[in-house]
């Protein structure tokens, strides 16, 4: 079945630890996001990537790094530097062909602090 | 600055009792709409794209309807299986960006 696989379901992280969190997909969807989703909130656009080897800031990036060296793959690192990382992580892609693509996504990764 | 809230924040109805769910916005350059629900512990699903004013799509007991300024998903005879949060999302600009709102969190009792 396609679709996007994130894991793990759950992370827990220590002060001062840098942890990743794994996301795939087999859509051949070219662009791929990370959103944070916190109680009462919209999800936030941590970083998107239209296209392997590149990358850009979304609006909540300070504190996170990813990496795109594979078109299906878009792993995120929550650093020691993110002072609140507890939230539901959600990765998503989409195709970028035209406008109007719809983004679709994983089932999260739950991140909790030790 | 761009924004999207979504109304109520809660709605709780009996199975059988139709209403509508809001999505408010106020953002320059709309280049489309879009309609998700999210189970508990899920990520969210697409259910519509809207794209022009007086736009409509529907869906089983879902219809999405657009305006200038906001957006209604109308329930008809819900019942308890489409207890879910609808989240509500405008793109804007050109790399698919998505602005999304706090979600209205329905609840359908039997």
């Known amino acids: 079945d396609g679709g996007i696989t994130q894991s793990p379901k759950y992370l827990f992280r220590k002060e001062g630890q840098n942890v990743t969190l794994s996301c795939e997909q087999n859509?051949?969807?070219?662009?791929m996001y990370w959103y944070r989703q916190d109680p009462g909130q919209g999800l936030r656009l941590i970083y998107y990537?239209?296209?392997?080897?590149?990358?850009q800031k979304g609006d909540i990036a300070e504190g996170y790094s990813v990496s795109r060296e594979k078109k299906e793959s878009f792993p995120l690192t929550v650093t020691s530097a993110q002072k609140n990382p507890t939230a539901f992580y959600l990765c998503?892609?989409?195709?970028?062909?035209?406008?109007?693509?719809?983004?679709?996504f994983g089932d999260g990764t739950r991140l909790s602090i030790l | 600055e761009d924004q999207v809230t979504q109304s109520p924040e809660a709605l709780r109805l009996q199975e059988g009792e139709s209403s509508s769910l809001n999505c408010s916005y106020t953002?320059?350059?709309?280049?489309?709409l879009f309609w998700y629900r999210q189970d508990p512990g899920k990520g969210p699903e697409f259910l519509f794209t809207?794209?022009?004013a007086g736009e409509e799509k529907e869906k089983e007991r879902l219809k999405a309807t657009l305006t200038k300024k906001e957006s209604f998903l109308h329930i008809t005879a819900p019942k308890p299986e489409d207890s879910a949060t609808y989240l509500c999302?405008?793109?804007?600009?050109?790399?698919?960006?998505?602005?999304f709102g706090a979600g209205t969190r329905l609840a359908v009792h039997p």
């Open positions: 998503a892609s989409s195709l970028i062909k035209t406008v109007n693509q719809p983004q679709h």
């Open positions: 859509l051949n969807h070219d662009a």
């Open positions: 990537s239209q296209i392997v080897n590149d990358f």
């Open positions: 953002v320059s350059g709309l280049r489309g």
């Open positions: 809207l794209y022009s």
């Open positions: 999302a405008v793109q804007v600009g050109g790399y698919n960006k998505l602005i």
